[in-house]
């Protein structure tokens, strides 16, 4: 049997539906279905129950995407096994992160990581929490790092870092010269946020509400280097990673003189996770990366 038939199956099994499957696997509809047959006739069983509205698995089809998850899994530490016992000559790691994480933090120490470790190679993809967290589930990615603990059973999680937020505000605000803001001081003022997705209404608008504020949010905007040019503009104050701040410190020698971080209170943080599959060896060079990171992110502290 060849893996790509598991991969064909896991697909239908995952979009309950020949057409879509055969539109993301790039493949004829009839093709496919062809290759299904074929895979049947292999187990000597049927796999699909066919609806109106799409495919079911039968119960033979449900065992298969059990046992296949765990097939495909284990070709891929083996493969990747090779490859760090240097047969290949090169160790290869994929893995997803958190979109602040890409931007702020892996400048910091990637570009030295990979110049201490040329026979590795690396895939990085940002994404949300929950987007890593389902390419990590599913064999896509071999770890991930999120914003939140997902508190699921097939994922161990280790503690990374604590991200925390500050107020950038323009050098020329009355507020620039103090040491702390109270966040009670925002009522009413004009506020620009990055997100009113689940991460703002389960991490940002609690605190507003147990301080009994309500700012007045003017623009959104899903970027934090086009918000740092708003608050450069006048058009208000935003809550940011100070990870962020930091980052753009060595990158323009001037944003100190327009722009400021103040810290506020209470304090507003959120705990950057590692998570991988509890039935998935990590690799030795997502270990040499995974000490690598855990060191630089060490010295943050």
Known sequence: M???????????????????AAQELHIAQP???????RLENEIGTELFIRTGRGIKLTEAGNRLLFHSERILADWEMASRSIKDLGLSGRGYVRLAMYPTFVWYMLPQFLPE?????????????????????????GHHMEAGIVTASVSHPQLRELPLHIEEF?????????????DLVPLVELHQQPLILSTLNRW?????????????IQPQVRLVVHQYDVIKELVRANLGVALIPANAYRMWQRTETSIG???TLVPIDPP???????IERHDRTRSDACQLFLDYMT?????ER
């Not at 064909?8 to 995952?14: H, K, L, P, S, V």
């Not at 703002?200 to 009994?212: D, G, H, M, T």
């Not at 507003?268 to 590692?274: E, I, K």
Request: charged share 15%; proline share 3%; hydrophobic share 45%.
């Open 257 to 259: 003189s327009e722009l």
């Open 113 to 137: 990581f990979v110049s201490c470790n040329e026979s590795i190679d690396l895939e990085i993809e940002q994404g949300l929490s929950e987007a890593v967290l389902d390419w990590v589930l």
């Open 295 to 299: 060191a630089y992110l060490n010295t």
């Open 2 to 20: 060849q893996l790509q038939l598991l991969e064909y199956f896991q697909c239908i099994a995952r979009l309950g539906n020949f057409t879509k």
């Open 166 to 178: 500050g107020l950038l505000i323009p050098s020329s605000h009355p507020w620039s010269c103090r």
């Open 31 to 37: 093709a496919l279905s062809k290759q299904m047959a």
């Open 268 to 274: 507003l943080q959120r705990q950057l996770l590692w």
């Open 200 to 212: 703002y209404e389960s991490f940002i608008l609690p605190l507003f509400k147990q301080l009994a």
